[in-house]
Structure formats: C-alpha cells, structure tokens
C-alpha cells in the first residue's frame, strides 16, 4: 500500500511510524510544509490516563517519550492572594518540539520517508496514492476541499488567548487567576522541561477589548502580559513563538472519510486546551486508524468506515467534556466572585466528568479542606 500522510504533527509522525513499523514493505510518505526543527508553541501536556495508551499499545514509544517528560501529582489555583493544592491529578509534560524530534527518530528507524519544507498546494499533487492520512491540523487542505463531504463545522470560542512560554520554573500544572481595573485573565503554565515551562495566557473578550490588544503589536501584549502576570513570573519574562492573540476554534466532521482520504488529530476534530487532550486525541487516532486498516485488510472503504464507527463515540464524549470545560472559562470572570475553595470545587468539576465520590477518592486532601470551609462556623456564646 502507498500512503501520503499530510502534516508532520505528533498524529501524522505517529501513524506514519506506526504503519512502517507494522507493514515494513508499504511505502510511506510523510509531508510537512515547514523545516523539520520548527513548530509554534512550547510544552504539550498529558494527563495520567492519556499516556495509558500508549503504554498498554506501544510501550517502546511510551518510554521514549516519558524519559523527556516532566511529570507531578497536583494541580495549583492561584486566587484572591490565596492558593490551593487539588491532590492526586496526575499529568506529565513535554516540549512539543522534543515530542516530535522523538517521533522523527522513530519513524526514521522503520524507514518511513519525511518530506519537510515541502508544500502541498492541492490535493491533486497527493494523486497516486492508496491512501492519504490528512493530519494536517486546523487549516487542513483536505478537509477544506472537500469540506461538504466531511460534513464539516466550524465555529469559535469567544475568549482570546496567547500561547507564551517562560524561563520561569513551576512545581506543577498552574491556573493563576487575575482581576485587574480594566478586566480579568487566566494562565495556564505548566513546566515541560528542568528549565522552561508553557505560559498560556486567556481572557474575556471584554478584557481584551478594553486593553486594545487589536492595535497591539506581538512585543506591546507581551509587555502587557508581563505586567499583568508579574507576581506569577516572579522575575522572568514570558517568550513569544507565534505568540498572536487567538479565539479557539472548534472543528468537527460527521464524516471522517472521503474516497481514499481520511482525517485525524485536529483537521478531524478540536479538543479545548483546558482539558490538555489535543496531542493524546491526535494520536489515539493514529493508532485507531491503523487498527482498523489492519482488521479489514484489502477493503479500505470497510476499514474507514470501522475506523469511524469505533473511534467516533470514545471522541465525542471527550468533546463534550471539553465544551464544558470551555464554557466554565468563558465565564470564568463570573465564577473568580466566589470565595476561594468555592471557586477551587467549580474548576475541578467544571466538566461534569467528576463528582463528589469520585473527589474524595482522587483528591482526599483537597476534599477535606473543601468541606471544612462549608462548615458553618460555631456559634459565638452570648453572656449576659
């Protein structure tokens, strides 16, 4: 079989590696229109739970990966001057970059062929192959051609975020909520190596507007940001990579193949990145699929169509979550008026996927002070 996997993200590296690994005599080529030592953003994060997988299905690439991740147990809210450890939430991180270094190396130990600095500009130039694997993110070109027959939607979440990184070092995955006169922000950081760390920074629409960030330059919201976030920084400045303000974009496809083209990782699906899934979805995908392939050998009409039907349930309900997630943060303005353990307690829920049970099972300390602040207090004695 000829394959043309199109977009060098961790989904299309990790497929292209995975197939070649399985199917030493298929020919494999992966496509990516930028250098292979360049990509946007900083660390990339993984939940406890998300790295399972791997581990379960490929265990060589999971150890590869784990020796350069950053991991720790907690997560942090920082509110009101006060901050709050959420115990037992487990998560590892790494530089996207080195994620993908990783992924080259594999895929260049099976034999798989890399295509960088290489722009496809339609569809066409992909004729020829047996098979095209569209991991070409959210802009992909295959889905934008034949977006009808995807069944494509596309719409945006309202608030504004830039995605810095930081020399700043954190202890675990952070949320630092802040209320200024001219409106509130959140950062998301988190460290993804010994000496760099994620700094993502969102906010309200309003906030944005009320900074002026549109007539803004790239360095003019750094400064800004840096101003904003100084107690957080600590000293350290925030560094831009493509740093440009953003409204989160959510991508979903009814169908997830067309003729002999498939979509994965992003240009099939998006994932907030409040509930840190985008890198693990893009590449369960790309295991998924090449299960699939391998279950209906010689049919690939019937391959896709399983890909589909199997991986299309696990995705939604992850999607779900995370549009829940995303509405807590479109209001997070609102919910930063709550006390500070009130607060804590609708941010560790805010998806609907934990409840109080399974709260005092995962996170026993945070619970317990959780419940001790809604204790009344005790009734002060009246003398006469």
């Not at 906010?203 to 790239?218: H, L, M, P, S």
Request: charged share 25%.
């Amino acid at each position: 079989m000829r394959i043309a996997v199109l977009g060098g993200g961790p989904g299309g590296r990790y497929f292209a590696y995975l197939w070649k690994r399985r199917h030493p005599e298929a020919q494999v080529e992966l496509f990516e229109q930028n250098p292979a030592g360049a990509t946007w953003g900083f660390g990339v994060v993984f939940s406890e739970q998300a790295l399972e997988f791997l581990r379960a299905d490929d265990p060589d690439t999971a150890d590869a990966i784990s020796a350069e991740m950053e991991s720790w147990s907690n997560i942090t809210l920082n509110i009101h001057g006060d901050s709050v450890a959420i115990d037992g939430v487990g998560f590892s991180a790494i530089g996207r970059l080195k994620l993908l270094q990783a992924l080259q190396a594999r895929m260049t130990a099976v034999g798989a062929t890399a295509h960088y600095d290489t722009h496809i500009k339609s569809v066409d130039d992909l004729a020829g192959y047996d098979l095209i694997v569209a991991a070409d993110g959210l802009n992909s070109l295959v889905r934008r051609t034949f977006e009808g027959d995807f069944g494509t939607s596309l719409s945006y979440a309202s608030n504004k975020f830039a995605w810095y990184g930081t020399t700043k070092r954190f202890d675990t995955l952070s949320q630092t909520f802040v209320a200024t006169d001219l409106g509130t922000f959140n950062a998301h950081h988190y460290r993804y190596a010994p000496d760099m760390s994620t700094f993502l920074i969102e906010c309200d629409r309003a906030t944005w507007q009320r900074y002026g960030f549109a007539e803004k330059t790239v360095e003019q919201s750094q400064a800004i940001c840096e101003r904003v976030f100084a107690d957080a920084l600590g000293g350290h400045k925030l560094i831009s990579n493509k740093s440009v303000w953003r409204n989160f974009p959510w991508v979903w496809n009814e169908n997830w193949s067309f003729k002999n083209m498939v979509l994965i990782g992003d240009a099939l699906h998006s994932a907030h990145f409040s509930i840190g899934s985008g890198t693990r979805l893009a590449m369960e995908d790309a295991l998924a699929l090449t299960k699939a392939l391998e279950a209906e050998p010689g049919d690939l009409p019937a391959a896709l169509a399983r890909y589909q039907a199997e991986r299309k349930p696990i995705v939604q309900k992850l999607v779900a979550a995370a549009r829940t997630s995303a509405d807590w943060y479109e209001k997070f303005p609102e919910h930063m008026k709550r006390d500070t353990m009130d607060f804590a307690y609708s941010y560790i829920t805010r998806s609907g996927r934990i409840d109080d049970q399974r709260l005092r099972a995962m996170s026993p300390a945070f619970m317990a002070r959780y419940e001790a602040s809604r204790q009344p207090a005790p009734a002060r004695e009246v003398r006469s």
